[in-house]
């Protein structure tokens, strides 16, 4: 009868099982991080769509309101050089001002005293009469990286450029 010696049964792992399970972390680990950055690029791309249709909506009500407008108070004379604030008469026969506060660009209407937010992320607006009845604004909004900016000429109701 042969007998061998006792063998000691040790409790860790192998140099090649240790490999394998770093491997596996590693891969699973990739897996899962380029899943979350998809999430965060379709998350971010979401919210820059609805940032442009907020915008989308602020620009077509401008632009709803300046159409429909009596007068142009100010600027008040053609000129190259724009300003940061445009007063008209609405088709009430109401004065109204749109500008930037600190809060956005803002539509306020002087005779009701009532102020209209249109955009809160906007950071600057310039607007100039470039013809007797024609005017062009201008309305930029950034959103950390993102810049946006559009820019529309337009004549009031019942008046030709």
């Known amino acids: 009868m042969i007998h061998s010696a006792p063998h000691h049964l040790r409790g860790g792992f192998t140099l090649v099982e240790l490999i394998v399970v770093i491997g596996l972390f590693v891969l699973i680990s990739t897996f899962f991080l380029r899943g ?16 442009l249709a907020r915008f989308k909506n602020a620009s077509v009500l401008l632009g709803r309101e300046l159409s429909c407008a009596a007068a142009f108070l100010y600027p008040n004379r053609v000129t190259q050089e724009s300003h940061p604030i445009l007063v008209f008469k609405n088709a009430g026969n109401e004065v109204v001002a749109v500008f930037l506060a600190p809060s956005g660009l803002v539509m306020y209407n002087y005779n009701t005293d009532v102020v209209k937010p249109l955009f809160p992320l906007t950071t600057a607006f310039h607007a100039r009469l470039i013809q007797e009845n024609l005017i062009e604004y201008e309305v930029m909004f950034q959103k950390d990286q993102a810049k946006f900016s559009f820019r529309n000429r337009l004549t009031p109701l019942n008046s030709l450029p």
């Open 36 to 51: 979350l950055q998809w999430v965060r690029h379709g998350a971010s791309t979401n919210e820059k769509g609805m940032l």
